[in-house]
């Protein structure tokens, strides 16, 4: 009876020992697993992740997608004097003539002015979406696309998800406000939080005349100069997703809406007047803003881009300019 009880004492304290032990290795082989897992080879030779870690990597590159590097702001300089003298028999409120490829103003009218830019401010919307999105996600149109004023594509099924793209093309080509309000709730969540990014944008690019109170530049809130548009014309034109739809006269989607195509034509003066080389850019109108415009045309491997604020014939105005620094090299 005594040595069976000995016994026992010595299988209770073996019982003890290796109880004690497995609490220290535990975590060690917890460690080794976690090791073999991220870093091992499957017996297949393949890389053995497990699915927590294949989710951690894919809203990494996610973020990756999202988080561009800081754009240079590109230069605008005003320093020189004006490369020819030209005056209006009616002139616009705001004008200036610059050089897209190095920045240059050839002449200027009022380029500090602050007013009321109407639909330019889609220059801004189109940016800033092109930076956060690719051409074939997919955007829900919702009910709030559809309570816009103004222009619009007009034909946005609700509920339905559609190309970004295409509405990137009723955003620049036809000036659509139901567009606008589209990208702007895809791209920020809510119309709201997408304003205020454009205001955040403009105060990190340098855009001091700036205010911004739509995606779409309807409400008069909408204000800018001269000099701060000529900036986001450069960044437009340096943008490809952009400058292949402003070069467009018209242009047609499949859409899912009846008759399954999407018609498109764009209201850009210049380019529906065919004058030689105009490859864009942006119109805007609204009572308080008036006729406003950003024209783009390219000569000679020299590219020029006109803005207009509060003009009464931006065709007439827009020409003439453009002819004046195409004909002072």
């Known amino acids: 009876m005594g040595s069976l009880l000995h016994g026992g004492r010595k299988r209770r304290r073996a019982s003890k020992w290796f109880a004690a032990l497995a609490i220290v290795l535990a975590p060690l082989a917890v460690a080794a697993v976690a090791f073999v897992a991220l870093h091992g080879r499957s017996a297949r030779g393949g890389p053995s992740v497990p699915v927590a870690t294949h989710a951690v990597h894919h809203h990494a590159r996610v973020a990756r997608r999202h988080r561009r590097r800081p754009r240079p702001i590109p230069a605008v300089r005003l320093s020189g004097v004006d490369a020819f003298h030209f005056r209006f028999g009616k002139p616009p409120r705001a004008a200036l003539l610059m050089d897209v490829g190095n920045g240059d103003v050839l002449w200027r009218l009022h380029p500090f002015d602050t007013m009321p830019i109407a639909s330019l401010t889609k220059i801004m919307t189109a940016l800033l979406v092109t930076q956060r999105t690719r051409p074939d996600d997919r955007v829900r149109i919702s009910r709030a696309a559809l309570h816009y004023r103004g222009s619009g594509v007009g034909v946005l099924p609700v509920g339905k998800r559609v190309r970004l793209e295409t509405l990137m093309n009723g955003l620049l080509l036809v000036s659509g406000n139901d567009a606008a309000i589209a990208l702007a709730v895809h791209v920020a969540g809510s119309h709201r939080r997408f304003v205020h990014l454009m205001n955040r944008r403009a105060r990190q690019w340098g855009l001091r005349c700036t205010h911004f109170a739509s ?11 001269a000099r701060d548009l000529a900036v986001l014309t450069r960044m437009a034109m340096a943008t490809h997703r952009i400058t292949r739809i402003v070069r467009r ?61 509060n003009s009464r014939n931006p065709l007439k105005h827009a020409a003439k300019l453009l002819n004046m620094g195409f004909a002072h090299p």
């Open 215 to 225: 995606s779409d530049g309807l409400e008069p809130g909408n204000r800018s100069c």
């Open 249 to 309: 006269s018209q242009v047609s989607f499949r859409f899912p809406i009846k008759g399954k195509r999407l018609f498109l034509a764009g209201h850009n003066p210049l380019i529906r007047a065919d004058y030689r080389g105009a490859i864009g850019l942006k119109t805007g109108f609204t009572d308080e803003a008036g006729r406003c415009f950003v024209g783009v045309a390219r000569r000679h491997g020299r590219t020029l881009a006109v803005v207009l604020l």
